[in-house]
């Protein structure tokens, strides 16, 4: 009995050593945040160490002006874009391999640059991709050939209005179906996948203004439900029925861009910039209806984020906040600060992406790629390269199968972090 | 008065000689001025309102309260190649105000009403929060009490609007009242013909 037991500990060993040397495998990102919304690649075997110069270039291609970045799905990327010369909204298919086109989907669209102009990623099922543009067109092509299969106009369908900075909503994609954010008449609509046919929607009572905000899939109390955010505060709405489950009136300032979060089972963060600072929120059954109780509210100068979204990671949060120009920090769930890169770095409005135990943390004025231990007592670079000149690093990364794909404001490259 | 001199010569003389002189004085005085005068001004880099990377501070009033000009010779100026022509500008708007229907703050900042908004360049109807809008600061009604400077910095301001001595205004003190008052040295003297210079600080002294 000892010695089965023992064996089973050496397999055991066996396998988890292996899966810890063993190269990348296979993990899409097929929509904003990846996978599961959070954030974090299930990949393994990546570098834990860069030769000199960086990463692998495996390839560069120019992009219009903005921060779209990249979904990836079965060896291909797919983006946003726009062609300020001949004015059209674009939606590019690229091979993951080489960067080269595959097809691209173009239809005219007037937009002025206003803090540059792309700022969305597209979702995508291996059917469809699904984009929102920035004067809030949604479209749905074929994955294969980048052909239209349908399109919704969110400002005429909904009475909405395009927001400052235009749209900065992420479509959230689900098995059955695609949740976006309206504003106007409705709160939150449930389309279906293959026509665009309303399945749900949440009526718009308190007549909430749309944010940049990108919907985001929970499970609290036990039920499944979309939390959104405002100008008015979070809210979570029944994945089942769309019906509005709760709501915490909180005052956010000018725009919302950092998704909320649910950080386990009872607990939301909401956070954002223009002095608006960030909230924390117990969400709670009790019975058929939910309770919201704040567990911390942070003003000014205490910690916020601007443009991206914490990730959680082993009862913390890790995200990029404000102060001294953009620390990288790892927050409690109290807000506490437990470590930040004080006095090693700063990031600006630069993205971060969880893979492997590791944060690959941009910076956002100077390009700079930097690998973080992401199960350190403290922030521990593990290495660091210029991979992208800049300006405007803000785009949000993308990685699949150890390629990891992210831009500039005028650039897109994909990098080789596979371990060897 | 046989020497050909009449009384009325004499007055003429007198008076001519009045008029240059006092038209040398002032020449005099006008060129000491412009070669020499220095004059008060306000150093953007030491100003807590427009110091950037200073959040959390309170307003400073000290340039609406001290100054012996009744409405304060410090006016606000909104340099229009450093804004952001937002939709959204958070020194029109009180950006902590409820929001209405269209995302706009439903109260102003200014105190005074003193920033007037237009819409400049294409004006796309369908899309009034990406169109650009001018911000004006109506010098007239402007007391320089500093909100709309301190709301236009970092993370939504560019920084573009910054307090001014006004030199229209100022009455030259020698000892300016603002100054005196000023914790933070913001208040500097500098030679009238370096007034048209870009640059906003104060240069190092030799």
Same mark, same amino acid.
């Given at each position: ?6 064996? +089973? ?75 300020? &010369? ?48 920035? =004067? ?65 929607? &949440? ?125 990288? &920090? ?76 992210? +831009?500039?404001?005028? =650039? ?7 371990? =060897? | ?6 009384? !009325? ?52 009033? /000290? ?5 012996? *000009?009744?409405?304060?010779? *410090? ?7 450093? #804004?952001?022509?937002?939709? *959204? ?15 706009? %703050? ?10 007037? !908004? ?9 899309? %009034? ?15 320089? #009490? ?6 236009? !910095? ?11 001595? !006004?030199?229209? /205004? ?25 007034? /048209? ?6 240069? %190092?002294? %030799?």
């Amino acid at each position: 009995m000892q010695t089965r037991r023992a064996w +089973r500990y050496v397999i055991l060993g066996c396998a988890a050593l292996g899966s810890a040397i063993a190269p990348a495998r296979g993990d899409d990102w097929p929509q904003f945040r990846g996978p599961a919304r959070d954030n974090i690649s299930r990949e393994a075997g990546l570098l834990r160490q860069w030769p000199a110069g960086g990463p692998k270039v495996l390839w560069t291609v120019p992009v219009g002006q903005g921060y779209a970045g990249a979904a990836i799905l079965a060896g291909r990327v797919y983006h946003n874009d726009y062609d300020e &010369t001949h004015g059209e909204w674009l939606v590019i298919a690229r091979s993951l391999a080489d960067g080269k086109e595959i097809w691209r989907y173009k239809r005219p669209r007037v937009i002025r640059p206003n803090h540059a102009i792309t700022r969305t990623v597209p979702a995508v099922d291996g059917k469809y991709v699904f984009s929102i543009d920035p =004067k809030l067109g949604l479209h749905c092509l074929d994955a294969k050939t980048g052909k239209p299969i349908w399109s919704r106009n969110l400002v005429a369908d909904y009475k909405t209005i395009i927001p400052p900075w235009y749209n900065g909503q992420n479509p959230l994609l689900e098995p059955d179906r695609l949740i976006v954010a309206t504003g106007g008449d409705a709160i939150l609509v449930a389309l279906d996948k293959a026509t665009g046919k309303e399945i749900w929607r &949440t009526p718009n009572t308190g007549k909430l203004v749309l944010s940049h905000v990108s919907v985001m899939p929970a499970v609290l109390g036990g039920v499944k439900q979309y939390l959104y955010g405002t100008l008015n505060g979070p809210l979570g709405v029944s994945a089942a029925s769309g019906a509005l489950l709760w709501q915490y009136p909180r005052k956010f300032n000018v725009a919302v861009a950092p998704s909320v979060t649910a950080v386990d089972g009872e607990h939301v963060f909401m956070t954002a910039s223009y002095d608006a600072g960030s909230v924390m929120l117990k969400v709670a059954k009790d019975g058929t209806r939910f309770t919201v109780t704040p567990v911390f509210d942070m003003k000014l100068n205490e910690w916020n984020s601007e443009v991206h979204t914490p990730i959680v990671h082993k009862g913390r949060m890790f995200a990029v906040g404000k102060k001294k120009r953009g620390l990288f &920090t790892c927050l409690d769930f109290n807000g506490k600060e437990i470590w930040t890169s004080d006095g090693k770095a700063s990031f600006e409005l630069g993205s971060y992406l969880l893979a492997d135990g590791m944060f690959f943390v941009l910076e956002g004025k100077t390009g700079v790629l930097r690998l973080v231990d992401a199960n350190a007592a403290s922030y521990k670079e593990l290495a660091s390269a210029p991979v992208l000149a800049g300006p405007d690093v803000w785009g949000p990364m993308a990685l699949s199968d150890g390629r990891l794909v992210l +831009r500039d404001l005028t =650039k897109m490259v994909c990098l080789d972090v596979r371990g =060897k | 008065m046989s020497d050909g001199i009449t009384r !009325r010569d004499a007055l003429g003389r007198v008076v001519r000689g009045t008029v240059l002189l006092g038209l040398g004085s002032t020449a005099g005085f006008l060129i000491n001025k412009a070669e020499g005068q220095v004059v008060w001004q306000v150093d953007t880099s030491r100003c807590v309102n427009s110091r950037l990377g200073e959040a959390g501070a309170e307003v400073c009033m /000290l340039c609406t309260t001290q100054c012996v *000009v009744a409405q304060s010779a *410090v006016r606000a100026i909104n340099s229009f190649r450093d #804004c952001g022509r937002c939709y *959204v500008c958070p020194a029109y708007y009180n950006i902590r105000s409820a929001v209405d229907e269209r995302g706009l %703050p439903s109260e102003k900042l200014c105190p005074r009403d003193a920033i007037r !908004r237009t819409p400049i360049g294409f004006v796309d109807p369908e899309d %009034p929060a990406n169109n650009f809008y001018e911000y004006v600061i109506e010098e007239e009604k402007c007391d320089g #009490c500093g909100l709309c400077v301190k709301a236009c !910095r970092e993370p939504l301001g560019l920084g573009s609007i910054v307090l001014k001595v !006004r030199h229209n /205004l100022c009455v030259d003190c020698n000892r300016c009242a603002i100054s005196i008052a000023c914790p933070h040295d913001a208040l500097f003297q500098h030679k009238v013909a370096d007034a /048209l210079e870009p640059t906003l600080a104060r240069q %190092p002294q %030799p």
